[in-house]
């Protein structure tokens, strides 16, 4: 199987909670490997770029408003089916439908403050990860 590289958030509310070791814990446990991490604040206009997929949607305001409203932790992971085991481990976008065992079944508070992203693509999480990391950031 490929090895692939994934982009992650950790969202303002997980920071918030102090739960980034508890979703590190998750992450390294399903064998991904946390190859570049930062914490940091994200700009107004970095959000609307990043979420610009989401514009035309009703929930594009609240959902830039509130990954701007606190600390987040950006991250490259890498491992086995990378994209899609992060996904699996995420769990469902809603936490009431997330699988047991999931980060999202375990941490998030509700659809739009749901602990964690990541990519849903390759050739997003190329995307994505190039929007906040240089390459010599990231130490596989
Ligand atoms: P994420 O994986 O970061 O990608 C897009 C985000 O939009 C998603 O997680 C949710 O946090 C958010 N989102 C999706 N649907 C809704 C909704 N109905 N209301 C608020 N936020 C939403």
Redesign the pocket.
Known sequence: MAIERTFS?I?PDATARNLTGAVNAMIEQAGLRIIAQKRVRIPRNQAETF?GV?KA???FG??VD??ISGPVVVQVLEGENAIAKYREI?GA??PSKAAPNTIRKAHAK?????S???S?APDTAAQEIAQFFAGNEIVG
């Open positions: 958030i969202k979420y989401h949607r009703p929930f609240e959902l509130f990954m995420m976008t809603d509700s659809i739009g403050e749901n964690v992203h990541g849903d």
